[in-house]
């Protein structure tokens, strides 16, 4: 159904390799980037998406010098640990009153 045995995979796709546009609008471009020393840095993806206005303004208003998009990254990530972590503690509590 979908041309994926065709496609490169980030991990196949060379580094040095030029950006093309078919990359960009099959969606299978994976950034790449690396820190000052070289490290390369964890996967980003590039994706699109609708906020609100006020959602934008919030984080463009609070980033500063970092960049906003930077933010809504971490805003997003740390809504992840936090269900992950409701979840450990409703399993511990639910536990613990069994044990009652």
Same mark, same amino acid.
């Given at each position: 159904m979908s041309k994926a045995s065709a496609a490169k995979t980030s991990a196949e796709a060379r580094e040095d390799a030029p950006l093309r546009q078919a990359d960009i609008a099959a969606g299978t471009l994976v950034?790449?980037?690396?820190?000052?020393?070289?490290?390369? =840095?964890? +996967?980003?993806?590039?994706?699109?998406?609708?906020?609100?206005?006020?959602?934008?303004?919030?984080?463009?208003?609070?980033?500063?010098?970092?960049?906003?998009?930077? =933010?809504? +990254?971490?805003a997003l990530k740390q809504a992840i640990q936090a269900e992950s972590l409701e979840s450990v503690i409703r399993k511990t509590i639910r536990e613990e009153l069994r044990r009652l």
């Open positions: 950034l790449r980037k690396r820190n000052a020393a070289g490290v390369v =840095l964890p +996967n980003k993806q590039r994706v699109n998406i609708f906020l609100d206005g006020a959602v934008i303004e919030h984080f463009k208003a609070k980033a500063g010098d970092r960049g906003y998009q930077t =933010l809504i +990254n971490e």
